[in-house]
């Protein structure tokens, strides 16, 4: 559990690790108007869409494990038409990172996110074209795939998306709508996947990347709030700073950002370091 110390020793070290890369870019502008060099203050976006993808896990994770998971053991649902006025539910995983990616599209960077599949239970994550060819590879060496989609203009990073828990195969397999009821543990289901129109950018761009991307999972995890407080026939679980293995409670969203925060920036802060 997070304490309120560690928070501010990871928010003081991450502070000092923008202000580093403000100096440090300024410094590069600097010496690139004096000098006539030109700043080498870029990241390939191969490297900044893993940074991303490794966030994305971070929270994903959390929410399945511990706002899903004690969720349910706490007796809260969890559902795929948690949005419907008469469905008293949260989102699923794959829902809540939809909704983060709709919420990334809201602010207008460009930066798209997707989870997608060959047999999946909703056709409009099915792959098409060259995303259906490089999931193919992935399917055979298990390892991520890098590209520029022509058709799309658009540099893609897709990431496999393995069947790590017992939920992942009984709940698809035993879908209503899934093509597909074998899925065995350690399959990869399918793959996150992550588009940007630019080959290479800056550590700053990098930076709102990242914050763009935790501003809108606080956004989506932030509208699962709103369809708690509006629960009329289930009991309201209340919304604080514990999590559902304590009580009838659902973490808020500071808690809940606050702990993919603790999970994720130590990883992003030496990725970033290794920039400068
Ligand atoms: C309780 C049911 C449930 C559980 C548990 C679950 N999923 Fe899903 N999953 C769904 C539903 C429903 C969708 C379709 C959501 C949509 O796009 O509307 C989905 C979507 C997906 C997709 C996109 C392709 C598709 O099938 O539409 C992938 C990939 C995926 N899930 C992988 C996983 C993995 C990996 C796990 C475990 C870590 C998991 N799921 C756990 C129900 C579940």
């Known amino acids: 559990m997070i304490t309120n110390k560690n ?13 580093m890369y403000a100096c440090n870019s300024s410094n590069n502008d600097v010496f690139a ?14 490297e900044a869409l893993t940074i991303l993808a490794s966030e994305n896990d971070h929270t994903r994770t959390l929410y399945t ?18 949005q419907k006025e008469d469905v008293e539910a949260g989102p699923l995983p794959a829902l809540f990172l939809r909704g983060t990616s709709r919420e990334i599209q809201k602010t207008g960077v460009p930066l798209g996110l997707y989870l997608g599949s060959d047999y999946p239970i909703v056709k409009a994550n099915k792959f098409v074209g060259i995303q259906d060819e490089k999931f193919q590879k992935i399917r055979q060496t298990k390892e991520p795939e890098f590209f520029y989609d022509e058709e799309n203009k658009l540099y893609t990073a897709m990431f496999p998306d393995f069947a790590a828990a017992a939920p992942c195969i009984s709940c698809h397999n035993g879908h209503t709508n899934t093509p597909k009821t074998d899925w065995a543990l350690g399959d990869i289901m399918g793959a996150t996947t992550w588009t940007y129109p630019k080959a290479t950018i800056s550590t700053k761009e990098l930076l709102t990347l ?12 932030e509208t699962f709030l709103a369809e ?13 700073n514990k999590w559902s293995d304590e009580g009838y409670y ?8 606050n702990a993919v925060s603790k999970e994720s920036s130590p990883l992003l802060m030496e990725n970033l370091l290794a920039k400068i």
Do not use: C
Not at 33 to 46: A, F, Y
Not at 250 to 257: C, G, Q
């Open 7 to 19: 928070f501010l020793k990871m928010t003081a070290l991450y502070l000092m690790v923008l202000i």
């Open 33 to 46: 108007e004096e000098e006539g060099l030109v700043s080498s203050d870029t990241i390939s976006i191969q």
């Open 65 to 82: 494990k511990n706002v899903v998971g004690l969720g349910q053991k706490a007796g809260l649902k969890f559902h795929e038409d948690w």
């Open 210 to 221: 990242i914050k763009t991307y935790r501003e809108s999972a606080a956004k989506t995890y």
């Open 228 to 240: 708690v407080q509006a629960f009329k026939t289930t009991a309201k679980p209340e919304i604080t």
């Open 250 to 257: 659902i973490p808020d969203v500071k808690t809940f950002m």
